[in-house]
């Protein structure tokens, strides 16, 4: 299934499907736990650290409405994220700027 998920989305410059063998592996990170085989994780490039991981059906249409959904979580956050920076770039740009001389 691995194969026909990275068929999926072979074409797709920001998703990278890996496979790890735990089994032959090891698996150094706190925030992955292996119960069983097939685990799947997702990663995303800004939260490496929080994994999230799937529990679902092991099926090709279920695992790409999983990523899909998470997909546009991510790009949300992001979005938010560059709305709030350019929003405290605005205000530290008002801040900085000089009042206009009072006329008398």
């Known amino acids: 299934m691995l194969a026909q998920l990275a068929n999926e989305y072979h074409a797709d410059t920001t998703m990278q499907i890996a496979q790890l063998d735990a089994s032959k592996n090891d698996v150094d990170d706190a ?12 990663f995303t490039v800004d939260r490496k650290g929080t994994p999230v991981e799937y529990t679902g059906e092991r099926t090709l249409p279920s695992i790409v409405h999983f990523l899909t959904r998470h997909r546009s979580l991510q790009e949300k956050q992001r979005q938010l994220h ?23």
């Open 82 to 104: 560059e709305k709030r920076q350019r929003a405290k770039e605005e205000a530290k740009a008002l801040l900085e700027k000089k009042p206009p001389p009072l006329l008398e």
């Open 31 to 42: 925030a992955v736990h292996i119960h069983g085989y097939p685990t799947f994780y997702f």
